[in-house]
């Protein structure tokens, strides 16, 4: 995993429960006040977010502001059907992009926006 995001977020275990039951992550590593959930090679890492100040963070104001985790899956329409089925937030629409990928944008519960992509034939 050459790039893992660490998502800081305020209460751990509703996020793992987000991204394994509604996103179909599953869950790879799991300690009191951190976690690794991974969707095929993809891995994202999950951390209270206690321990953002003591190693050097400010304010969590603009949690995720900016920024768009891509994830690239094999079937990027059976990621968009669970989303739907599991009431996740779609801020931008599946679509064919001319960046020759069919991807599409959710919201997770804390605010950070993750794409899911797939490359067009």
């Given at each position: 995993m050459p790039i893992a995001p660490e998502l800081f977020v305020p209460d751990l275990r509703a996020a793992i429960a987000f991204?394994?039951?509604?996103?179909?992550?599953?869950?790879?590593?799991?300690?009191?006040?951190?976690?690794?959930?991974?969707?095929?090679?993809?891995?994202?890492?999950?951390?209270?977010?206690?321990?953002?100040?003591p190693m050097g963070g400010g304010p969590l104001a603009h949690r995720g502001a900016g920024i768009d985790i891509r994830i690239m899956v094999p079937d990027v329409n059976s990621v968009h059907r669970r989303c739907g089925e599991n009431g996740v937030t779609v801020v931008h629409e599946i679509a064919d992009r001319p960046y020759r990928l069919r991807d599409f944008i959710v919201s997770d519960l804390n605010g950070f926006r993750l794409r899911f992509a797939s490359p067009l034939g």
């Open positions: 991204y394994v039951d509604k996103l179909g992550f599953d869950l790879r590593r799991r300690e009191p006040e951190f976690a690794v959930v991974g969707l095929g090679d993809a891995v994202v890492l999950l951390a209270h977010e206690s321990a953002y100040g």
